[in-house]
């Protein structure tokens, strides 16, 4: 049984930092494409980063710079480290693996960026 556990979610302050994990169980982790994407109260669920099985990541344009995706494939995880955190980045955090036909999400984890 395939399955995604997000965690590191909360509320934090602009300016602030979180980081989220996704541990994975009942893949081959390391073949697999991950990501995080996520969706925001009235808005389209969006994908926010990407890392391949090779690492190479790919990052939607309004968090560059400021958040890094990564991987550690012997711990089946994967991270979100979210640096200057903004109030649009308030949503719901969603881990993704996907590996042609194949794809599995998370239950997500609720972001807040506010005062």
């Known amino acids: 049984q395939v399955q995604l556990v997000e965690s590191g979610g909360g509320l934090v302050q602009p300016g602030g930092s979180l980081r989220l994990s996704c541990a994975a169980s009942?893949?081959?982790?390391?073949?697999?494409?991950m990501g995080w994407y996520r969706q925001a109260p009235g808005k389209q669920r969006e994908l926010v980063a990407a890392?391949?099985?090779?690492?190479?990541?790919d990052y939607t344009d309004s968090v560059k710079g400021r958040f890094t995706i990564s991987r550690d494939n012997a711990k089946n995880t994967v991270y979100l480290q979210m640096n200057s955190l903004k109030p649009e980045d308030t949503a719901v955090y969603y881990c993704?693996?996907?590996?042609?036909?194949?794809?599995?999400w998370g239950q997500g984890t609720l972001v807040t960026v506010s005062e």
């Open positions: 993704n693996a996907r590996r042609e036909k194949f794809e599995r």
């Open positions: 009942g893949i081959i982790f390391s073949i697999y494409r």
């Open positions: 890392i391949t099985s090779d690492a190479s990541t």
